[in-house]
């Protein structure tokens, strides 16, 4: 299966299937994430040095571009299994002008709420399993 997986038109999110330290697996795919974007129809690993996010100052808006760009009415954003990962102000002021729902949470309750509504609606995801 290749990396990324395109959403599609009324595509389902794919849920994540299990979640440990260090180690996400998502529906649909064969290998485990360390750090994962999910969509509407689709999955990758999130790759941090793409866009140089680091745990302060946190995730930008470019790491959640993609998200909306593959359908995302809402998104969740982990902060980490020790709530290290920052969110910048200006990343959930860029999702509320595309007028996209945001939520902020520890890892193991992003996923949880994740998964809730991954059969829903259009939801992705930013999901960071360790720190």
């Keep these: 299966m290749s990396e990324a997986k395109s959403g599609e038109a009324g595509a389902r999110s794919p849920e994540v299937t299990h979640l440990s330290w260090g180690r996400l697996e998502v529906e649909g795919r064969d290998e485990p994430y360390k750090d994962a974007k999910l969509w509407p ?60 729902e945001a939520e902020v949470l520890p890892t193991e309750d992003a996923v949880e709420r994740y998964n809730a509504l991954a059969g829903e609606e259009p939801v992705g995801a930013l999901i960071h399993s360790t720190c």
């Design 41 to 100: 129809g689709g999955s990758r690993a999130w790759d941090w040095g793409e866009t140089g996010t680091e745990h302060t100052p946190g995730v930008q808006p470019e790491d959640v571009e993609e998200l909306v760009r593959h359908g995302a009415v809402r998104v969740i954003l982990s902060r980490g299994m020790m709530r290290r990962l920052r969110v910048q102000d200006r990343t959930l002021a860029w999702l509320e002008e595309r007028g996209v």
